[in-house]
């Protein structure tokens, strides 16, 4: 491997509040770090309460940083799955507003095939009823790292507070 993380890739889902969503790709083997941030918006470098009004266009997002050597971007797109509601519009439980969408954004052609593959899978499987999933899929766009404080906050806060998910 060399160490020089040449080989590492870069995933980025929004999948509502990014605390809980964080701590759990922290958890996942072959993933190297993770960032909470704003995706998808228009307003530059947008700060949290700002996200929070709806008016700047972000989603709350995790930025996954993750060796394919160790880990697909499939089993990304499962733990993605597997953390949150996708049938819910703009909200994630008691957290409303289009910064909690579900959204995933695609670093590369073939993420958004497997982003594409891996919702109609879901959709056809049944496991939401007739529940439709909302979820878009984008191209990713400029990532914009969140104020320190919501980076780790599990992790910072012993696992505490919560957000809903």
Known sequence: MGGDGEHLKT??????????????????????????????????????????????????????????????????????????DPTQLNRQGPDIGTNYRSVIFYHDPEQGRLARKSKEDLQLSGRFGFGRIVTAIQPATEFWRAEEYHQRYFEKHGGHASCGI
């Open 11 to 84: 995933a980025t889902f929004g999948a509502g509040c990014f605390w809980g969503v964080e701590a759990a790709f922290r958890k996942v083997p072959g993933v190297r770090d993770t960032a909470v941030g704003y995706m998808g918006g228009t307003t530059r470098n947008p700060a949290y309460e700002q996200v929070c009004t709806g008016t700047t266009g972000h989603a709350e997002v995790v930025q996954v940083t993750y060796d394919p050597l160790q880990v697909t971007y499939d089993k990304l797109l499962s733990v993605f799955w597997s953390v949150h």
